[in-house]
């Protein structure tokens, strides 16, 4: 079966100080995947993808993330947190089958980040 | 551009009603999601819709039903509501179908059922 996982439901972090926000997969075929976040009573918003190509990321707000296909990883990195980045952090794969008529997100259970000033 | 547009923002039903949601994808984009998000479920699929056809469905009773329309927008219907439907309602779209597409999220409606 396909799944994301976050191990962590909480990560604190010093104002300043890097943050990483983990995930790791599991799926066939090629990993499709993506980082979202969501602020209170908000919908998703998203960060950053990886479909193919180089295994450092970039995305929005300074974020970025690698993928190590080995350790089946995503990790959310970021070399100095703000204290408006905390916020849910969301992995999630896209599982994308056009002969099984699928494609959809399948998301991992989120990962509160608290930055502390 | 708009972007992924969600109506009502909040809405309260008495269990047994049923209820209706609506979304507009962004300008151009076919493919439109659903997912429910819960405390305890997390994010769960709902249904995706592409062409006005129901593509894939999520582990969800027949209560949950949706449909897309010849502008792409949609709306997703719950019958007979019961308490644990309370949750915040996610749509998305995306211009393809395509893996290297993304999607984006709307707002979301927030459905109370008491």
């Known amino acids: 079966a396909q799944s994301v996982a976050q191990p962590e439901d909480q990560v604190n972090v010093a104002e300043g100080n890097p943050l990483t926000v983990k995930c790791t997969y599991s799926?066939?075929?090629?990993?499709?995947l993506f980082w979202y976040v969501q602020y209170p009573n908000r919908g998703l918003q998203f960060l950053l993808k990886?479909?193919?190509?180089?295994?450092l990321v970039k995305g929005s707000y300074g974020f970025e993330a690698e993928f190590n296909k080995s350790q089946t990883s995503f990790h959310l990195k970021k070399p100095s947190a703000l204290v408006s980045d905390s916020a849910l952090y969301f992995c999630a794969v896209r599982v994308n089958s056009l002969s099984y008529n699928t494609d959809k997100l399948i998301f991992g259970t989120g990962t509160r980040l608290q930055v502390f000033p | 551009k708009a972007g992924v547009t969600q109506t009502p923002r909040y809405l309260i039903k008495t269990r047994g009603q049923q209820v209706t949601l609506s979304c507009s994808p962004i300008?151009?984009?076919?493919?439109v999601s659903w997912y429910q998000q819960t405390p305890g479920q997390g994010l769960q699929f709902l249904f995706e819709?592409?062409?006005?056809?129901?593509?894939n469905k999520g582990n969800f009773p027949g209560r949950f039903s949706g449909r897309q329309f010849s502008n792409s927008r949609s709306e997703m219907n719950v019958s007979t509501l019961e308490l644990g439907d309370s949750a915040l309602y996610l749509c998305?779209?995306?211009?393809?179908?395509?893996?290297?597409?993304?999607?984006?999220f709307g707002s979301g409606t927030r459905l109370t059922v008491v």
């Open positions: 300008s151009g984009h076919r493919s």
């Open positions: 819709y592409f062409s006005e056809t129901q593509r």
């Open positions: 799926v066939s075929g090629n990993p499709y």
């Open positions: 990886y479909i193919t190509g180089d295994n």
């Open positions: 998305a779209s995306s211009l393809s179908r395509k893996p290297d597409y993304g999607y984006t």
